[in-house]
Structures are given as C-alpha cells and as structure tokens.
C-alpha cells in the first residue's frame, strides 16, 4: 500500500481518535469481559456445551436458527481473517488480550452485557452476521487433543421429527447442518490462528496499545471501555522499511488497516445506542 494510502488510514483514525475519545492507556491485566470465556473461537461458554456424537444424535434432527437470543448479552465477538471485508464495513474492532495473545473482537455495544444488533425479538439487526453467531448452536472445543463439535442443549434447536437430520442413513456421516458447521468451524479455527498470529506479530512490533474508549451516549457520558487494544498511529507512522516490508509480506499490514479503519463505524455504534436508549424510554 502507498504512502498516501497510509496517510489516508492515519488521518481517518486521528479524527474517530478524537471524535470518540480514545485514549491510549497503560495495560492494566483487567481484560475486557465482553463476551463469555471461551476455550473456543464460538464465543459462547463451553459449560453450555454437550458434544455431539453419533450414539446419542443419529435420531435428531435441526430446526433453522430463527433467533438472535442466545447473543443479546455479548458486547463484542470475535472474528477473522476471512471476514475483515463485512465487518470493517459494519462494526469498529478492537483487541482484546488472553494470556501471551491478542485475539481481534467486532463490538456490538457500548457497555457489558449489551448487544446492539440484537432487538427484543432476538431478531439480529446488523448489516452482517459475524461467522461465529451463525455457527450456532455448535462450537468446537479441544478436547483429548483434538478439536470436537459440541452443542448448546439451552437453543432447544434439537427435534425428534422436524427439521434436517444431523447424520445420514447408512454409515451415519455427519449430514446437512451437521456437516456444514464442522466445515465453517474448522474454517474458523484455522483463520482465527492465523488472525492471532498475526495479530502477535503487530504487538512484537510494538503496534497494539492499550485504549481505554469513551462515548457520550444519549447526550450523557457513557461506561469507559478498557482492557481493549488499538493499532497505534505514531508507531505504525514511525516503523522502518524493513519492518513495513515485513508485515505487508505476512498479511499483519492488512490486519492493521482494517482495524483502523473499522474506527469509523464507531459513530454508527453510538446512533444504535441512542435508537435503544430512546426505544427503552418509550417501552419504560
């Protein structure tokens, strides 16, 4: 990418800097608890979890995922590689630190505990559906070192009679849903490796700061963010040539751009939040 680009992406995040007042603060190890804990790239609690095996599900079946619900509480999710085209044009992205490594979240509120995109329906409003919520109601959990497809009994998603079978007749493969969520999952568990992968590599440059974010909402301050992660413009602006070459040829320079230039859907976030402010007032 050219310098002007660059200079493009550095003015874009200098003015939502200062717009939405993003701070960049001292790592404090409190982490930014937006969604559940998670061994997985779901999201979601394994403890919810039972893993699906053919003994006990040969006879079930899906019903179609009509409902949001199961997200209404998770203020940001993570997403990958993949994705960064939908989301960077839907949702601001930050990171978020577990342990040695950062993983690259989309928030969809402004406070925990909260999604935006989720309407008292349960009916997603967003522009784009992160892949991890469309993976539901399964998840992929390690397990005696390998990765298995569990299930949330919770959805109530599993029948007796209706909807697609999870295995077929015969030798019982995974069938229909079955089989296309092991592929999207394993798509995922891939992608999200390398997401952190490279999403490591920017910290070792020293790129990933911490932000502390702070919007006013409602004509009111709103909750602070922390224990979230930005790219830092003075520190992208101030790299050497062989450190630019470096993250353009393994893909990190992309992951850095896009993160930056999500910053400009924070406003779109904070007009969500005043349009459930204003339709709580109104229901209240």
């Not at 039972?50 to 999710?77: D, M, N, W, Y």
């Not at 008292?120 to 990765?147: D, K, S």
């Amino acid at each position: 990418m050219g310098v002007a680009c660059i200079a493009v992406f550095l003015a874009i995040c200098r003015l939502v800097q200062q717009h939405c007042n993003i701070v960049f603060t001292p790592w404090r190890s409190r982490p930014f608890s937006a969604k559940p804990s998670s061994s997985s790239l779901s999201g979601f609690c394994p403890m919810a979890f039972i893993p699906v095996t053919r003994e006990q599900h040969s006879g079930k079946f899906l019903l179609p995922l009509s409902s949001f619900a199961h997200a209404a509480k998770s203020a940001a999710v993570e997403v990958v590689l993949g994705e960064l085209a939908q989301v960077t044009a839907c949702y601001p992205m930050f990171f978020i630190r577990q342990g040695e490594g950062y993983h690259l979240v989309a928030l969809l509120g402004m406070k925990q505990g909260e999604n935006l995109y989720v309407d008292r329906a349960g009916r997603w409003t967003g522009l784009y559906v992160p892949a991890m919520l469309r993976a539901y109601p399964f998840t992929m959990v390690p397990q005696n070192g390998q990765l298995s497809v569990f299930y949330d009994e919770a959805s109530g998603l599993l029948s007796d009679k209706e909807g697609e079978p999870l295995f077929g007749t015969g030798e019982g493969e995974p069938n229909g849903p079955l089989a296309r969520a092991i592929k999207l999952l394993t798509e995922l568990n891939l992608d999200g490796e390398r997401t952190a992968k490279l999403a490591k590599q920017l910290a070792d440059y020293g790129l990933l700061k911490a932000a502390t974010l702070k919007m006013d909402r409602s004509g009111q301050p709103g909750e602070a963010l922390d224990g979230i992660f930005a790219v830092d413009e003075a520190a992208l602006g101030g790299l050497g040539d062989e450190a630019f070459l470096g993250l353009r040829r393994s893909g990190a320079l992309i992951l850095a751009h896009a993160q930056m230039l999500s910053l400009g859907q924070l406003g779109r976030l904070q007009a969500e939040a005043n349009i459930r402010d204003r339709d709580n007032a109104r229901l209240s």
